[in-house]
Nanobody, 124 residues
Framework: QVQLVQSGGGLVQAGGSLRLSCATSGRTFSTYNMGWFRQAPGKEREFVAAVSRSGGGMYYADSVKGRFTISRDNAKNTAYLQMNSLKPEDTAVYYC?????????????????WGQGTQVTVSS
């Protein structure tokens, strides 16, 4: 069983930045592909970004490409989502996810474990 604990998030003005973290205990973090998803009120969950086990492969939704950066530190068992140039439409609950079966998957069903979610609110 993998437990993912998220931190970061909050309220920021448009154009600002935030960093989300997703930490797990144990020694198996490097065997999991990691992803970030988000869900805005009244909308379906959507893919944001993913990173491969080694951190060498990074994948982004078109809506965040060039503004968000996903990364991981396997020594610290932590994945990150750096969010720059935030827009009001980025407002959502953000979730990190871990899975072994697929690299860079945009489908939530391809991930096996999920963080508790963290609210990101961008004011205009």
């Amino acid at each position: 069983q993998v437990q993912l604990v998220q931190s970061g998030g909050g309220l920021v003005q448009a154009g600002g930045s935030l960093r989300l973290s997703c930490a797990t205990s144990g020694r198996t973090f490097s065997t999991y592909n990691m992803g970030w998803f988000r869900q805005a009120p009244g909308k379906e969950r959507e893919f944001v970004a993913a990173v491969s086990r080694s951190g060498g492969g990074m994948y982004y939704a078109d809506s965040v490409k060039g503004r968000f950066t996903i990364s991981r530190d396997n020594a610290k068992n932590t994945a990150y989502l750096q969010m720059n140039s935030l827009k009001p439409e980025d407002t959502a609950v953000y979730y990190c996810a871990a899975g072994r079966r697929y690299t860079g998957s945009t489908y939530g069903d391809h991930y096996d474990y999920w963080g508790q979610g963290t609210q990101v609110t961008v004011s205009s």
